[in-house]
């Protein structure tokens, strides 16, 4: 599944964000994917961050699935991915990859597998093995659910992504049914890897990113 020869790599910007609020990093993406759909030959772009709290759900997403959550009181966003509500907060590392799936390949399942690739890698560094689940979307340890993945694409240009349980506070997730699945639970890597952090993650994570899509990264500011 992964692209191995030397002369098919791609250049890939990698910026480490830090905390960023949710809709700054919205905005950011959405301008990297419009320059891109008008200059295809743009490099690719990584972003690695954390967001401070909040709620998040995609296009023809359940109402129900938010509960009970007073959207007076938390900061929620109704956006254009796909899947259902999810739960953002620091200790949580987010990647959002604006790859043009033309150098790829087009094909949005074949896309969706080798994110989930990437943090089942990751997942590996540390002696875990991460599942899928046939029918769902995303990344489990021991049948519960470590990462989460959204995606839009345009023109084949890829935004929003993945968001992967490092050391969160999880409290966050008991106001919704996360990914709208009521019957399996959340989890972060924490739980089995105490004192692990979300700088080594990225790390980790963007070793991964490489490998899994063949690209070189260029760390950017």
């Not at 200790?91 to 896309?111: E, F, M, S, T």
Request: hydrophobic share 40%; glycine share 8%; proline share 5%.
């Amino acid at each position: 599944m992964t692209r191995s020869t030397e002369t098919d790599y791609r250049r890939c910007l990698l910026f480490n964000a830090g905390l960023m609020p949710y809709v700054d990093a919205l905005l950011w993406q959405r301008s990297l994917l419009q320059e891109r759909i008008h200059q295809a030959s743009l490099d690719d772009v990584l972003i690695l961050l954390e967001h401070p709290p909040v709620y998040t759900w995609g296009q023809g997403s359940n109402p129900e699935f938010l509960k009970d959550l007073d959207q007076s009181k938390f900061d929620v966003h109704r956006v254009e991915r796909g899947g259902e509500v999810t739960y953002h907060c620091p200790g949580q590392v987010v990647g959002y990859p604006i790859l043009n799936l033309q150098y790829y390949r087009k094909d949005l399942h074949w896309y969706l597998r080798q994110l989930e690739e990437v943090l089942i890698r990751v997942l590996a560094v540390y002696g875990l093995t991460g599942d899928r689940l046939p029918g769902f979307t995303g990344v489990w340890l021991e049948g519960r659910k470590v990462a989460a993945i959204g995606i839009k694409v345009s023109r084949w240009i890829t935004m929003h992504g993945f968001a992967f349980n490092v050391c969160p506070d999880m409290s966050g997730f008991k106001q919704i049914i996360p990914c709208g699945i009521a019957d399996k639970p959340v989890a972060s890597l924490a739980e089995w890897i105490p004192g692990i952090t979300c700088e080594e993650v990225r790390v980790n994570i963007a070793q991964s990113f490489s490998e899994v899509f063949g690209v070189e990264l260029i760390e950017s500011i």
